[in-house]
């Protein structure tokens, strides 16, 4: 059974391990671009991170209390653009299970968490990116019920 929950300072230690796991997807697809192993926040970042009221950040346990997996979660609104409505968007930074414990449906789990989270607090949409280097995320996203929003596009030199 996976309980989903609001991140502790306490859970600070497996955020870091999950981190690398996400990292390591990446350098592993495009080594040119990411370094490996590595972590985008450190220890003291993500204290921070975790008591500020503009991000929300959730992880998965199992029965035993071990985090199989979080979701970095970012409020995002424009206000008064010229060209963009005012919709309130939640931003999925990161989102990462436990590579021995995935195909379990905790990364759906976690997901409709985020979903009942952004409905609750009135969001108009939930976004995140996706490299694709990780088919494999792309595949699962769409299996959500996620469709591409824009494309980002790169010509190496």
Do not use: W
């Amino acid at each position: 059974m996976t309980i989903i929950r609001k991140a502790k300072i306490e859970d600070i230690p497996r955020l870091l391990e999950l981190l690398v796991q996400v990292d390591m997807v990446h350098h592993n697809g495009r080594p040119d671009i990411f370094k490996g192993p590595a972590t985008k926040y450190n220890a003291e970042q993500l204290e921070d991170i975790i008591d500020r009221d503009d991000v929300a950040v959730f992880v998965s346990e199992d029965e035993k209390g071990f985090v199989t997996g979080h979701a970095f979660c970012v409020h995002r609104q424009l206000k008064d653009d010229p060209v963009v409505t005012d919709i309130k968007t939640l931003y999925i930074d990161d989102i990462c299970v436990d590579e021995k414990h995935r195909g379990r449906g905790i990364g759906r789990d976690l997901y409709r968490y985020v979903e009942e989270y952004a409905r609750a607090n009135g969001f108009y949409n939930i976004t995140l990116n996706v490299y694709t280097c990780n088919p494999d995320a792309v595949k699962f996203y769409e299996s959500i019920g996620l469709k591409p929003l824009k494309i980002g596009m790169e010509q190496i030199l």
